[in-house]
């Protein structure tokens, strides 16, 4: 069976630097708030080319700690896509305020930016593109409205690391950028983890303070805040794959790539667009397919796995639903009804590749087969 997902044989490629590292951790008895994790934060700032990068506990978190920072609260609405995790969601209902969702691009799935100025209200507060599948969200354009509207910008890049849009990486075009480190996506750890970036230094002194419990000096609280930390052995992890991640994230692209071309002409069948604007990282590989469970079953003949990112749109969600009455966002919701993800991770070897190929076009052809 080919996985969605091989975390086994990435970890080859790291082991020795992560037992070695693990090892000095564990020796040294310090898992919280140590060095390791001060260094990851410095190394992912400068690769990425912001300021400030604050670990925390998870790409949830990420999103949750921006948004507070930001001040976002109850009252206030933000404006996001319908067509991703429902923890983008989750992160502004967190903070009180309510999502607006804005419907998407029929091509990239990333937020539709021409319909997002008809969203504004006057309780807008921010608005939170996420670089879907690895491809970075319109920020140019989605940037030009919050500054004419005076709205703060969260970017969700837990899908996104490494991706860049006019040489610039995800994460450095809005207020803060928030990651996600779970072990399935493009740096992965080995457990959950997150951090946000930033480039306002005040922005990243309330950030640190929230994800420790709204303290900086030990046991003096000056808000409530959260329990959100990233530890001493995920940032070993976590440090030698970013040393990696161009080559991991080349590798995605790589496979991307052949199964393009090995999928051409299959009637109904949609490869991911690339908006040509930025570098995709292909954290999903996500196609559009006429008859969903047909080429479902092909796959899991063909010993093939797969996946559907997403099945339900969040205005549809149940948690949310109640308050999104009549809500119709005609784009994501088709797309929700057509998408299927095909397994995605560098270490796919073209003869693996070429076993996925075959068993999507089987479903198209299943007399000939
Ligand atoms: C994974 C993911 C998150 C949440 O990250 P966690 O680390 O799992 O909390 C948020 N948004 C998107 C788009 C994601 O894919």
Redesign the pocket.
Known sequence: MIPMVDLTAQHADVAEEIEAGLKTVLSRGHFVFGPQTEALEKEVAAYLGTSHAVGCA??????HLALRALGVGPGDEVITSPF??F??AEAICYVGAKPVFVDIDPHTFNLDPTLVEAAITPATRALLP?H?FGQPAPMEALMAIADKHGLKVVE?C??SFGATRGGRATGTFGAAG?F???PS?NLGGYG???MVTTDSAELATVMRSLRNHGSGERYHHHTVGLNSRLDEMQSVVLRAKLKRIDRYNAGRRRVAQRYNEGLVGLPGLVTPAEDKAGLHVY?QYTLLVPERTQVMQALQAGGVACAIHYPIPLHKQQALAADYPGLSLPVAESVAARCLSLPMYPELTDAQIDQVIEAVRKAFAPASA
Request: aromatic share 12%; charged share 15%.
């Open positions: 998870s790409g949830t978190d990420a999103l991703t995790f923890a983008t996420v879907l969700d837990a899908q928030a996600s480190f779970f996506k959950d983890g997150g954290a």
